[in-house]
DNA sequence: GGCATTTTCCAAACCGCTTTGACAAACCGA
DNA sequence: TCGGTTTGTCAAAGCGGTTTGGAAAATGCC
């Protein structure tokens, strides 16, 4: 069923038709009210493709998700933060292009959602230290949005990020002023950005009390439960222990129990854990009582956020870009205590 | 840039250029070279959706992912999976469109996607007992493949499955074997297809030794690490405590480890856990030794699978359906051992 | 009632591509 | 050299909507 049938259906035009249903004022209320009406009962509902080849506005959305070219792995946190921008975008009538392209290969899947017109904006994950992609969206026109941001002229486009440094700075002097001294870091890979302030916030917060990192005590790989694993056990096997962890996220920090529990170590009270939680869903830290001390910012909210930054600036190109700094709660659980020498 | 213009830049006309790109036959081969190099070079790319509205095809596939109403939870597997379907639309040009609903609201995404025309196929995603959407699906002639399967008329339509109910009839017999009589099952949704298989397998191994399921013993709940944990701590304070416990997932084992460990139980001695295992890429169960012993199949190695069988079945509309269902592996890890009385 | 407005609807152009059917050029054998 | 095939290219007709510029009908005003 096409307008034009559906239209001689109702004895209509086409053009009327349309207005009608696009809710221009140049069509009388009773009409309107009929043209829906039959709309409805037919099943009739504009082809989305003509539609946007006429208007030149694709109504869709793109996410570019990369996954690590040598594990293959897909950040968990995109469920949740592709949950809450889908929310944003039905209500408002977008659809959500995804692509999945390996890390490093995301550059080209940009040109082409940008080329081909697919899309009406673009939302940027996982941004590196001095991301490409910003400065090739930027040459494109094309809106965007960045969940979290990069190096790169930050005064040039629009992002929604947590305030990473502040987060684990604060976290790591909860650590020290419970005593801790050997607090180990378990980050992200290096070259993300979020992983870059964070490991700059630690490191401030130590420098605070005179203290210098220990490269033994530093790790950054890739944000799986094993990866986390591995890390924690080689550390805590080393002849300079570490009494505290301060891990990236909730995913990791289960290695890390993992590898306490396998050495008969209590959580919270032989080693404190600070993690950074995301407040997946399926993944909650604990009800009111947290499992887990952790600084904590839902990435579902900021994928709302993103959304309607992104069609805000989609619908009025405004001249300065919208740019958000969350700042983290800072929840206390069991997993933190005095440190026991 | 458009054909028109870039045409126009090579002095052809738009129909050879068209056919230039597109491989047809019907353009001398030094022509297509010239055009093609043109292309990178001026950055030219027909535009995706004059393009469909032309041919037809949209070149798209709708996924409409649901999300728990209560919870807004969204299952974790649809990211690897969904990075497997990727992998393979992004090979055969294909977009991915994606539409996060709230559970139950899914026919009308369904409806929209297909009425609409913005998709050539879709996938089907966490089937119910007796899903209405597949008798919908039908309905509208459009290509779909079903991640699971339903009880409706399993002769008409293609799916990919695991044989959820062989799985845990032989998961079952493994706890049966080493002597645990009190096993505990925690499972998903009731209503969920894939829920209801796994408990008629549970069932049927139990019935194998005489035994009947107790009602105690079994829940069926959100499938978080939360839920998980809750309803392990309530059977094990109960006065008939399970000597095992079968999972449905491994962030649910990660709830009941929790619960093990809160009464300073230890898993694989005291209690023996075997879980349901999709092989998340950040949430892998160990390496060569996996750290529970599992029913196994890769989740993205399905998504991969119904993008291709829906690409298939696009391109040719073949008589019969596919249906696949899939074997599990059954691999022994640390969380099991002889019943200890 | 007659004219100016406003309201309601329509015909036709256009969005950017694919594809059919036609045509010119090159090639072939006789 | 000439008719018959290929081969390479093109003009034009869609695809299914939206939107501009008018025309017809309804309304308002004096």
Redesign the interface.
């Known amino acids: 069923m096409n307008l034009k049938q559906f239209s001689q259906l109702l004895g209509l035009s086409p053009t009327t038709v349309s207005r009608a249903l696009g809710g221009y004022p140049e069509v009388k209320e009773e009409t309107r009210l009929r043209v829906r009406e039959a709309a409805i009962r037919h ?8 539609a ?2 006429a208007t030149g506005r ?1 109504m ?1 959305i793109g996410h570019v ?1 990369p ?1 690590t070219l040598n ?6 946190i ?3 933060f ?2 809450g921008a ?2 944003i975008y ?1 209500r408002a009538g977008y ?7 390996p890390d490093g290969d995301e550059e080209r899947a940009y ?2 959602m940008a ?4 899309v009406d904006g673009l939302i940027v994950h996982g941004p590196r230290d001095a991301d490409p992609r910003i400065g090739l969206l930027q040459k494109t026109g094309l809106p965007f949005v960045v969940h979290g941001r990069a190096r790169v002229d930050e005064t040039d486009y629009s992002y929604v990020d947590i305030d990473n440094y502040r987060a684990f700075q604060r976290a790591t002097d909860l650590l020290l002023d419970l005593g801790h001294r050997r607090i180990a870091l378990l980050n992200g890979v290096d070259g993300m950005d979020f992983a870059r302030r964070r490991r700059m916030g630690f490191e401030k917060a130590l420098a605070g009390r005179g203290l210098t990192p220990l490269p033994d005590l530093m790790a950054s790989a ?5 990866m986390a694993h591995a890390n924690a056990a080689r550390m805590l096997d080393q002849s300079v222990k570490p009494t505290a962890f301060l891990v990236s996220s909730l ?1 990791m920090a ?1 290695g890390v129990r ?1 590898a306490l ?1 396998d050495r008969g170590l209590r959580m919270g009270r032989d080693v404190s854990v600070v993690i950074h939680d995301d407040m ?5 830290n ?2 009111e009582v947290p ?1 887990f001390t952790a600084t904590r910012s839902s990435v ?1 909210a900021a994928g709302r956020r993103c959304a309607e930054v992104l069609l805000a600036q989609i619908r009025s190109k405004p001249d300065a870009p919208i740019q958000e700094v969350w700042e983290c709660e800072l929840v206390l659980g069991g997993s933190t205590g005095p440190v026991t020498t």
Not at 95 to 101: G, T, W
Not at 222 to 226: A, F, K, P, S, Y
């Open positions: 099943g009739y509902r504009p082809n989305r493709r003509a946007s080849l694709s869709a998700i996954t594990h293959e792995m897909v950040n968990p995109f469920a949740d592709i949950a889908g929310e039905a659809d959500m292009l995804l692509s999945v392209v040109r082409q080329d081909a017109g697919s890739e944000m799986t439960e094993h995913i289960i993992r529990e997946l869903s399926y993944l909650m604990g009800e499992i579902r």
